[in-house]
Each structure stands twice: as structure tokens, then as C-alpha cells.
């Protein structure tokens, strides 16, 4: 394919800052080989726990997950663990998940441990700022030192209304120069006004970072979801790296020059209705069909007298849906005029280094989190949160998800979604059962590039 072919006249679309699309994008031969052994070696995850979930920034979870004094929750990245509570004083600490007196593990899950937070097993007390406040039977130890007794503190730093920590009590990189343009990009979302409305975890039988790289390239749409070609373009989807991080943009409610100009105007918004109304959630694997209501009325919008479906005069699916977008969104009564009209409909997505993918459209966004397992290189945890912007305080109340965890494949989380759960496990096995040494990335794959070139920085097997 000749670069003309591939970039046509983007006359409907602006791209912002430096993006590029793919065939733009100049690529290193450098950088293209990345080991198999990253995804399939003990001793490559066990270096991952300990040069680089040790020594990165990672986020833990929502603001709002812990939003009153007491509030906890616990993060758990392989064998470590670690406890985020919400201060009597309204401050966000985080702590080692470990009791200072033989190492119990102090709180599980999620909930509000009061104005302590007690051992389960000798029932030591600690104040929501991890000092030690009660030793049980204290005289029939040796004289402790309350202060040196105290939960050991980890870094937390907030971003856009998530929760950060760093393993390090004072990391010597702080969380504005970890993400650097990150969060200027993703503050006119609002997402801190945002509700959490799914929050779900499931595992996978792939390593984490092949999950990352399978939310990072357009290259396996055309393969691994081909339905979704009539209604996006994932030729010219755009990529820019951001230091460790990187993100694209996917034009939606256009169609993929890869099927030729066969898709009528009328087709597309049926694929770009179809699509809306699958949208992600959880449903089980039998009956999928829970966006059939909503199908039905975004077509009922549509129809014409005749009964068929029909755009308004002079308008493009991509202005009708974006219209659509930014009216229910002012109607809520939401100040979204720092995102630009494109923001109402393309999937802006970013790849927050190391592990965490945030598909921001205004109003509703999904994030995802790929954990490793603690041995199994494997194996992974996937977090999937939704979180939209919400003013109604019932519908807040009706809406705001309760955490929920799931086997493996025992639901359904929407089509694309299920198509990538689905199919990466295939990746994972032909990786760990081939004798493939390198993987081999392409200019379409330019933001996995970067990813391993990050992880460079961290573990510097590649050029060992
Ligand atoms: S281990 Fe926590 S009180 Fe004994
Ligand atoms: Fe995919």
C-alpha cells in the first residue's frame, strides 16, 4: 500500500498537536524487535516486580472510591499490597498492606474501617494516618517506640480524579513529571465530577502487556473486529507518543478505506447505531442483546415516514452524532467547551504508562487496567471501570457501581471487548509455545514501540 493510498484527504478532520498517522510516523529499526521472553519468562515478571512496579508511578483507583474519612481500599499489584485511606483530616494516604507486628495483611477489598484500622489478628490499632495507636497487652513486650511503629507510607498524587501511588515514600520523580502532558489533555473531560457506573475485574490468560499492546494498535481491527470497519477509520487513526506514555484517536462515524468506499452514508449509521447500542457492560455470554431498546430508539430517531432510515438535510452521521453528544451533555448541565468537537464522538485514547488504557469520550469513558499475576506470566487481572458525567443526584444513586469480580469468560462485556478477551489467551500460547525470539512491530505498532522502549528504561534486557 503506497502512502497515498493510505493517507487520503482528511478534509472531515483536524488532527491535533504533533499526531501523526502510522505511515507519518518514522520508525527505528532499532526498536522494532522486543523479546518473547517479556511475556513468557518467570524471571522477566519477577524483574518487572521488582525494577519496575517498584519504581513507576501506578494508579491505584478513584478518588471517589474512598471519598470519606475511613474510606479504604486496597491495591494489590502481584505479591505486594497496598491500603488507601481517606484521613480524618480529608487527606489520601497509602500504606503498606501489613501489619507492623508480625505482617498480617490489615484490610482486604473495599469499605470504612471508622477512625482505626485494627489487626484481624492481635488486633494492633492504627490511626487513619498509619500511626500506632494500641498495642494489645503492650506490657508484655519490649519497650515500643509508637513512632517507629507507624505503617509504612507509600507516595500518592491525584490526577483528573484518580488516585496515584508510587512505592517510595519521596519518589524522586514526582507525579507531574511521571505524566507530563497527560493531564492537561485529559482536563477538560472533567472526569473528577465523573461517576463510576461499571467497575469490574476479570482475569485473562495472557500476559498484562499483551493486553496493553492489543488496545494500542488499529492494526487487528480489520481482523479481530471486523464489523467495527464500517464505522471508524483505522488507517488514519492517529498516534502520538507522550514520553513513557503515548495516545490516538480513532475517527468514528467513518468508514475504513480498507473496504473500498462500499459503505453508504445510511450504512454507517446503522453500524454507528449497532455499535452505540452494544456499548460495554456486563451481560451474560447467552443473551447479549441488552442494547436492543437502545437501538431501537436511536433508529426511531432516524426514520423517515416511509419507515426507512434517514440523516437530516446536509448532515453527516459524524454531525449528527456529535450533536447529539454535546446537547445531552449541555442539558446535563455540563461546561465541556475545552473539548473540541471531535472529542463528542472520536475515541481519544491514551496508554498511561505501564498499564492502564483510558478510551475518553465526553461523558462516558472507559478505563481499563491489565495487573500482572503475581507468578504466572501468563496470566493477568483486567479492571474495567466506566465513569460518566452524571448532575442527577437519583440517578447517581441508582447508577454508581458496586465492584464486581468474575471468572474468566464467565460474562460478557460487551462484543469488542469479548472479542479481544476472547482472542489474546491465542497470542499468549503461540508466544509461550513457539520458538519465536523476537517479536517484530511495525509502523502501525508505533505506540508499542514505545511502550518496550519505556520498559527499556526500567529493565534493560535488550541491550544486555
Ligand atoms: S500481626 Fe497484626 S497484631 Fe499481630
Ligand atoms: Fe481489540
Redesign the pocket.
Known amino acids: 500500500m503506497s502512502k497515498e493510498e493510505f493517507i487520503p484527504t482528511r478534509d472531515w478532520y483536524v488532527p491535533p498537536r504533533n499526531a501523526k498517522t502510522p505511515l507519518e510516523t518514522p520508525l527505528d529499526p532499532a526498536d522494532v524487535a522486543v523479546p518473547t521472553r517479556r511475556y513468557t519468562d518467570p524471571d522477566y515478571l519477577q524483574n518487572e516486580f521488582d525494577l519496575l512496579w517498584t519504581r513507576t508511578w501506578q494508579l491505584a483507583c478513584r478518588e471517589s472510591q474512598v471519598s470519606n474519612p475511613g474510606d479504604y481500599l486496597v491495591y494489590d499489584i502481584g505479591k505486594r499490597s497496598y491500603l488507601i485511606v481517606r484521613g480524618t483530616d480529608g487527606q489520601v494516604r497509602a500504606f503498606y498492606n501489613s ?1 507492623r ?4 495483611r490489615l484490610c482486604n477489598g473495599r469499605g470504612n474501617t471508622g477512625k482505626s484500622m485494627k ?1 484481624p ?4 490499632s492504627y490511626g487513619l494516618d498509619g500511626s500506632l495507636q494500641a498495642v ?1 497487652d503492650r506490657e508484655t513486650f519490649c519497650p515500643i517506640e509508637d513512632a517507629d511503629y507507624g505503617l509504612s507510607e507509600v507516595a500518592v498524587g491525584t490526577c483528573a480524579g484518580f488516585i496515584f501511588l508510587h512505592p517510595d515514600r519521596t519518589p524522586a520523580e514526582s507525579l507531574t513529571e511521571f505524566l507530563g502532558d497527560v493531564p492537561a489533555l485529559l482536563e477538560p473531560y472533567r472526569f473528577e465530577e465523573a461517576v463510576t457506573t461499571l467497575d469490574v475485574t476479570m482475569p485473562c490468560s495472557a500476559n498484562w502487556k499483551v493486553l496493553v499492546e492489543a488496545f494500542v494498535e488499529m492494526y487487528h481491527v480489520q481482523t479481530v473486529h471486523p464489523h467495527l470497519l464500517a464505522t471508524l477509520d483505522d488507517v488514519n487513526t492517529y498516534f502520538e507518543n507522550l514520553g513513557r506514555h503515548s495516545w490516538m484517536i480513532v475517527p468514528t462515524a467513518v468508514t475504513s478505506e480498507r473496504l473500498g468506499g462500499t459503505v453508504s452514508e445510511i450504512d454507517r449509521l446503522e453500524g454507528v447505531i449497532s455499535i452505540m447500542a452494544d456499548g460495554v457492560g456486563v451481560r451474560s455470554r447467552e443473551n447479549r442483546s441488552a442494547g436492543e431498546e437502545t437501538a431501537a430508539a436511536l433508529r426511531q430517531m432516524f426514520t423517515n415516514e416511509a419507515g426507512e432510515l434517514e440523516l437530516p438535510e446536509g448532515s453527516s452521521v459524524r454531525d449528527v452524532f456529535v450533536e447529539m453528544a454535546q446537547n445531552a451533555l449541555k442539558e446535563k448541565g455540563f461546561d465541556l467547551s475545552g473539548l473540541s468537537a471531535a472529542q463528542f464522538l472520536d475515541d481519544h485514547q491514551f496508554h498511561v504508562f505501564p498499564n492502564v488504557i483510558m478510551n475518553c469520550y465526553a461523558g462516558l469513558n472507559m478505563f481499563l487496567r491489565f495487573r500482572p499475576h503475581a507468578t504466572d506470566p501468563g496470566q493477568c487481572l483486567i479492571d474495567l471501570m466506566l465513569i460518566e458525567l452524571i448532575k442527577d443526584p437519583d440517578e447517581i444513586k441508582s447508577r454508581t457501581a458496586v465492584h464486581q469480580e468474575y471468572a474468566e469468560g464467565e460474562i460478557s462485556l460487551g462484543e469488542v471487548i469479548d472479542q479481544d478477551t476472547d482472542f489474546l489467551p491465542e497470542v499468549q500460547a503461540g508466544l509461550a509455545g513457539g520458538d519465536l525470539e523476537n517479536v517484530t512491530l511495525s509502523k502501525q505498532e508505533i505506540r508499542i514501540v514505545n511502550f518496550h522502549k519505556a520498559l527499556d528504561g526500567y529493565i534493560p534486557d535488550r541491550n544486555a
Open positions: 501489619c507486628h508480625r505482617g498480617t489487626c489478628y492481635h488486633m494492633w494489645t
